[in-house]
């Protein structure tokens, strides 16, 4: 009687019936799948979001997950509100302007499964930054900065768990590792202190709370996200950055066992900088102006998951997203971001 229902039901139902069972069996005979085919599986190539999406996931207990992220964001350009600023427009107003900037992320990840309903994940990012300038008197010059930025570490806590869907808290915090004393040579001389966006790290603990939900089907997955950064108190350079808040959307299509396309809207906004660093004069350059950082953006994403199904590399993926931005109002002047790419490898265990 290990099958009862199996016996119970009248000789009408059995092609249903063994379809769902033959599926079932299938599902459990492969370990690395979820053995309840009613709850969401992360066994299949959008079994992750899109990979611009972090803590979209969870893992069952005992499960251990690396991560790296290369993130690649280009901006050129400045922009007043929703309209482009030219670099001469700017230069009426301040003595240098920025002509475009590039930043490069190196992030490595871990995750872990405590319990089938808890995941802890903390990430360490490498950050690059170039900035191009353009002086009022017509002169050109670059500034750089890298290094470890902020720490972070997130709770991932399932509250909803059926009917192929998922719903999970993300209950971050961000620890001021990354350095807020950049500085490079300028015309103003040797070793300058570096603006605002040019610093690697925020400099106060931030909270980064947010929801999670997934969803699934035979086919393709959805799932949304809200993800929040809250600044608190002020750095010991006297500043607090604009608190952040995202609202991420996205639906994905599975074409074979190994491989998903997503699409992604994303849209975030921040505030300015309260507080000031003293060391930097706002009447030079915009980006030295705490009060004119703020700014909203709602980007495009394409992407691509690949995952291995079987064989040694079994559960491993590779992802890339691509995104292009739809709207962007930004406080005057401000560099506009024209395009950013996130390329993923994940590992579980
Ligand atoms: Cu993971």
Known sequence: ??????????????????????????LIADSNHNSDPNKWSGSRPDGHAPIGVMGDHAHK??????????????MDGNRDGTNSLSDREVLQDFMVTPVDMTMQMHMLGGMYGV????????????????????????????????????????????????????????????????????????????????????????????????????????????????????RLGKNDRGYRLGNKYQLSGWVARNWTDWLSTSLRLIGTTWGDIDGADDRLNPMMIPTADPDLR????????????????????????????????ILRDLDVPQLETDWQFTLGLQSSF
């Not at 806590?157 to 500085?183: C, M, W």
């Open 115 to 230: 319990s089938d309903n808890l995941t802890l994940m903390a990430m360490l990012p490498y950050v690059s930054k170039e900035m191009e300038h353009l002086t009022r008197m017509g002169g050109r010059f670059t500034t750089n900065s890298e290094g470890f930025g902020d720490i972070k570490t997130t709770a991932l806590y399932t509250i909803f768990n059926q009917d192929k869907q998922r719903v999970h808290l993300n209950l971050g915090a961000s620890f001021p590792t990354g350095s807020i004393n950049e500085k490079d040579d300028t015309p103003a001389g040797e070793d300058q202190i570096l603006p605002y966006p040019m610093q690697i790290g925020s400099g106060t603990f931030d909270l980064l709370p947010g929801i999670t939900y997934l969803g699934q089907s035979g086919k393709g997955s959805w799932g949304a996200q809200a993800l929040t950064t809250l």
């Open 61 to 74: 207990k005992g499960e251990f997950m690396f991560s790296y992220r290369y993130m690649f964001m280009n």
């Open 1 to 26: 009687m290990n099958q009862p229902n199996l016996h119970k039901f009248p000789k009408s139902f059995p092609n249903q019936l063994l379809t769902e069972n033959s599926n079932s069996n299938k």
């Open 294 to 325: 703020n700014g909203t953006q709602i980007n495009l994403g394409f992407g691509i998951n690949l995952y291995a199904p079987e064989g040694n590399l079994q559960g491993s993926r590779l992802a890339m997203e691509f995104e292009l931005p």
